[in-house]
């Protein structure tokens, strides 16, 4: 197993496959298997009740999520939501709090290789606007749900580097969350692989119909992109990749 695992499964839409116009799996291909885990209700029910359609149901911990924004309870009980979510698949998600208002969750899924940098896979999980009502279901409840859903599939596989599943408070406040993760790994010299964040992927802006890849010109930013495009050339999804985007 190896990281395009990880980065397919975020896009996954079909099967292994050259010849899109047919939809079956390449029998016995490893990521054709991954791809057909992928489940459109359980994603589906993390938008729900993260953008206030169902109610959370935890003990001490109850009721509609209206509001992400960092201001409103609604962030809160997403965060409570969201460890218990990980817990459910077995993971152990830690809640590391930089000021009363910003809490990102982490949790690991070991990999093989000690040595081998991790790699983040990761969605914030707070919105906009700066109200009692602000669901967000696109931004970025979809995202969550996307890295939920990673976490639930591949929970069961083992790959050469850590994968961290993270999901960041305050992205809306200038990414204050993610930002102040980078800043503690930098403090503490630590490298990793790279990082994917999952951001509004239910809605097609320009409605061409692909996947857009926001990436930078920093270090092997450019390359793992292409790497995504080309291994989902294979799964039939389009992707167009942005580099330096405004
Ligand atoms: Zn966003």
Known sequence: MNVKFALIILFAAHSWMIDCASAQPAKGDPIAELIQ???LDSMLGTVR????????????????????QRDYPGNELAASYLLSEIKKQGLQPKLYCSSPTCCNILATLQGTRPQAPPIILSAHYDSRPIAEVAPGADDNASGCAAVLEAVRILKAYRFYHDIIFAFWDEEEENAVGSATHAFQLSQKNKRLKGMISVDMIGYDADDDGKVLINTKDIGISPLMADLMVEVNE???????????PT
């Open 37 to 39: 885990k992928v489940n």
């Open 49 to 68: 009740v993260l953008s206030g359609l169902d109610s959370v149901n935890l003990p001490g911990s109850h009721g509609l999520i209206l509001s992400r």
């Open 234 to 244: 294979k799964v039939c999804l389009d992707m167009r990749k942005a580099l330096n």
